[in-house]
């Protein structure tokens, strides 16, 4: 057994897939037949709480389950069943564009009125919305660039530099303090969320779960590199105005300095990132691979439909008045100290408070020209340009 306590616990299945895939994990029960899959919804819960069940294997695992689990040839083969539904699914419901050039130029157009989830949090969004929307997005932001650096392999020259330059920036620059993933940790903090990494799984529905698996399904497959690049051009492209109306919303609502911070953080480096992605990781994989022209297309509009189906969710849950999670936050168990990338304290260490206010002060000490100019990302300063507002609120 492994119980290390950076593992999350395995969560509540949500039907005969998810329940078998968590009772084999278990050691209480056998898999799935593959050909199950073929017949569940492939956007419902259960598929969905299957699949990201065993793509978190590769991530931080969960604690009972030997880390070799991951390589189990039986549960690939499940896995393989539960991707092959979910991906024909994607490829089915995501012709929207003709072509890249298209389907990038509409990333660039501010809609109208803007009605997202971002627009709706920035203008009338309560603390306990926001609480759950970063409960939720929490499944991805604890893991935040992860599932992108599987693709940095399968690119190389131009792509691979500006992929790489990206993700560096995405991992606190060489400081760990500056991590994404902790940033938005401060940020649960500040919200009086519990920060332990898988924590919110049980609350998440599907739409939730189909998100962060389609950056594990186009991560994992050097076939689908191309998908997992425009995936990332899109989160990138909208990142930056969506995460300046986050930042108003946590503002406005009193969150705190740290939620604030994570959203003005992206304000600025995701403005950037823009450029870096369209120019060179997007021109440097056409410029080798123009094959990939489609498949690029099609990771920006899957992204497109799986946040769409998100927020549809999230609107309609508020709008009504009702929670959009499955499982209420309060019943979350509170954080042990050491589940969040903190190391124990002593009793000559501050409180997580104060180093996490210590740590923002610092922060705010270089100024955000200082710190691009330590940055990879300093190289596209010349070519940046203020990017159109659009309605995605995902930040990246
Ligand atoms: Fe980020
Ligand atoms: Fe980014």
């Known amino acids: 057994m492994n119980d290390h306590p950076r593992e999350p616990r395995l969560p509540t299945a949500r039907g005969p897939l998810s329940a078998a895939v968590t009772a084999y994990l278990r050691g209480t029960g056998p898999l799935p037949r593959p050909a ?37 040839p039986e549960l690939l083969r ?4 539960l991707e092959h539904r979910f991906h024909s699914a994607l490829r089915a419901d995501t012709p929207d564009h003709a072509g890249l050039d298209e389907a990038l130029a509409d990333l660039l157009v501010e809609p109208a009125d803007g009605t997202g989830v971002s627009h709706f949090l920035c203008d009338e969004g309560e603390l306990w919305q926001l609480r759950e929307y970063a409960a939720l997005r929490s499944l991805y932001h604890l893991k935040e660039a992860d599932p992108h650096a599987w693709v940095l392999p399968r690119l190389w020259g131009r792509a691979k530099a ?31 969320l519990d920060t332990g990494y898988g924590r919110h799984l049980d609350a998440a529905p599907a739409e939730m779960l189909a998100v962060v698996n389609m950056m594990s399904l186009f991560g994992l497959h050097r076939e689908l590199r191309g998908a997992l690049v425009g995936h990332f051009a899109e989160v990138e492209i909208t990142s930056s105005p969506a ?15 740290a939620a604030e911070f994570f959203y003005d953080e992206h304000v600025e480096a995701d403005a950037v990132h823009e450029q870096v992605v369209r120019h060179d990781v997007i021109g440097g994989l056409l410029a080798e691979e123009p094959e990939l022209a489609p498949d690029i297309t099609f990771g920006i509009d899957a992204t497109g439909h ?17 929670s959009s999670l499955r499982t209420p936050l309060d019943a979350s168990p509170p954080a042990p100290e050491q589940e969040h990338e903190r190391s124990p304290r002593t009793a000559a260490e501050p409180s997580p408070r104060t180093a ?16 691009r100019a330590q940055s990879p ?17 995902h930040t990246s």
Do not use: K, N
């Not at 499940?78 to 069943?81: C, G, K, S």
């Not at 300046?244 to 705190?256: D, K, N, S, Y």
């Not at 990302?377 to 995605?392: F, V």
């Open 243 to 257: 995460s300046r109306r986050l930042a108003e919303a946590m503002r406005r609502t009193g969150a705190g300095p």
């Open 306 to 322: 799986l946040e769409d189906r998100l927020a549809r969710r999230l609107l309609a849950d508020w709008r009504s008045g009702r």
């Open 356 to 371: 996490r206010a210590q740590s923002r002060r610092a922060a705010a000490e270089q100024s955000p020209r200082a710190a």
């Open 162 to 192: 500006a992929m790489a330059a990206v993700e560096y920036d995405e991992f606190g620059g060489g400081r760990a303090e500056r991590v994404h993933a902790r940033l938005f940790a401060d940020l649960m903090a500040d919200l009086g």
């Open 78 to 81: 499940v896995r393989a069943a």
């Open 36 to 72: 199950d899959a073929g017949t569940a919804d492939p956007y419902g819960d259960d598929l969905q709480l299957a699949l990201y069940v065993c793509y978190e294997l590769h991530y931080r695992g969960f604690a009972g389950v030997p880390p070799d689990t991951e390589w189990d």
């Open 377 to 393: 990302r300093a190289a596209a300063e010349g070519s940046r340009q203020t990017p159109r507002e659009q309605e995605i609120s």
